[in-house]
């Protein structure tokens, strides 16, 4: 069984990060286990500006910011392991992994956790209504148009206005894209106040707030939604080909809870980057990875 000083779980910016600094700390046999075909994660699909102004006091597209970080582990002597998923960690310090070769395991001093988050989907929601095609979480839809050049429909609603729900409405009015609306059900938009200025005001996004949806129409592919004033109660239908939603990332820790159950996971055991807490910008996930072993 191959043994390694630090194993970390996760190729996006933290586990890039926390590899890097692993090995700036000394740290000999360093491996970066990656489920994907490529190191960058959540990353690789950001085409649009706005990534490492902290960072690198420069403004990188998604894809630019993770090639810094990529080209800095392949001159370093981390081991990336590719297409690879850890499955389960063991208390005596082993990992079952399953990559293109099969199963193996490998045994390690230090873990990191780096694995992500995920989008919260419609499922969340107590809407009414049929549950035809057409409905997407915000970064399916980014990863459809941005990676697999798919179209998603021509008239969009969006449900929520962070920061993800906003990046995509710009683009998708770029790309000639008709917003109908954007559903918010506090007063005001979410997300930073340069996204609202960059991507609502600029592409004059209709917004309506102390908003919700309330029902889905259509049985094949959705037709419409019907939406809700929380204030006056008044309800409204719109037409529309497409609903993404945009309504929060919850972290990624199903290997801890399938390894070990959520609250008792071992404290050899470090989480990173958006499976600790999901953070709004990516110099805040690469800054954390590389505190990671400050006590080293
Ligand atoms: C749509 C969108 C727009 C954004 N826009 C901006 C912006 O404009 N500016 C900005 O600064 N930030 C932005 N962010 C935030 C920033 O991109 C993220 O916070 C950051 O990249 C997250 O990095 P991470 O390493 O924590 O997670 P991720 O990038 O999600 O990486 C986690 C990796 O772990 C892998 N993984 C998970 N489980 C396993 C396993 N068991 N085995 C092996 N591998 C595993 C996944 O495949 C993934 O590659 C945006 C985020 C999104 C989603």
């Known amino acids: 069984m191959k043994h390694f000083d630090v194993l970390i779980i996760g190729g996006g910016a933290g586990g890039m990060a926390a590899a890097l600094s692993a090995s700036e700390k000394g740290y000999q046999n360093i491996l970066l286990v990656e489920r ?15 990534f490492g102004l902290g960072y690198f006091g420069e403004d990188l597209s998604g894809i630019q910011y993770a090639e810094r970080f990529r080209s800095k582990v392949e001159c370093s002597n981390v081991q ?5 998923m850890v499955l389960r960690l063991h208390p005596d310090k082993t990992a079952l992994l399953s990559g293109t070769a099969g199963l193996k395991t490998i045994s390690f ?9 995920r989008e919260r989907t419609l499922y969340s929601q107590e809407i009414a209504g049929t549950r035809p095609s057409g409905i997407m979480t915000a970064g399916t839809a980014q990863k459809l148009i941005n990676i697999d ?3 998603i ?21 770029q790309a000639g894209k008709h ?3 954007m559903i918010e059900k506090e007063d005001r938009p979410g997300g930073l106040k340069r996204n609202q200025k960059d991507c609502l005001e600029a592409y004059r996004i209709p917004l309506c707030l102390n908003s919700v949806i309330r029902k889905i129409h259509g049985t094949k592919q959705i037709e419409g939604v019907t939406i809700q004033n929380l204030n ?6 719109l037409n529309c080909s497409t609903l993404l939603t945009a309504i929060g990332m919850i972290p990624e820790t199903d290997l801890l809870k399938t390894s070990f159950g959520q609250e008792t996971y071992p404290d050899w055991i470090k989480k990173i980057g958006n499976c600790d807490y999901v953070h709004d910008i990516v ?13 080293k």
Not at 80 to 84: E, G, H, K, R, Y
Not at 109 to 117: D, K, T
Request: proline share 0%; aromatic share 4%; with cysteine.
């Open 80 to 84: 990336v392991l590719l297409n690879t």
């Open 109 to 117: 001093e230090r873990c990191v956790l780096a694995s992500g988050c």
């Open 36 to 50: 994907k075909e490529a190191l960058g994660g959540i990353l690789l699909q950001c085409t649009h500006h706005g």
């Open 283 to 295: 110099d805040s996930v690469s800054a954390d990875g590389f505190k990671i072993w400050a006590e």
């Open 179 to 181: 917003i109908i609306a």
């Open 149 to 151: 050049q798919l179209d």
């Open 153 to 173: 429909g021509d008239e969009i609603v969006i449900l929520g206005s962070g920061d993800v729900g906003q990046i995509m409405a710009r683009q998708l009015s």
């Open 232 to 237: 006056s109660g008044k309800e409204s239908f």
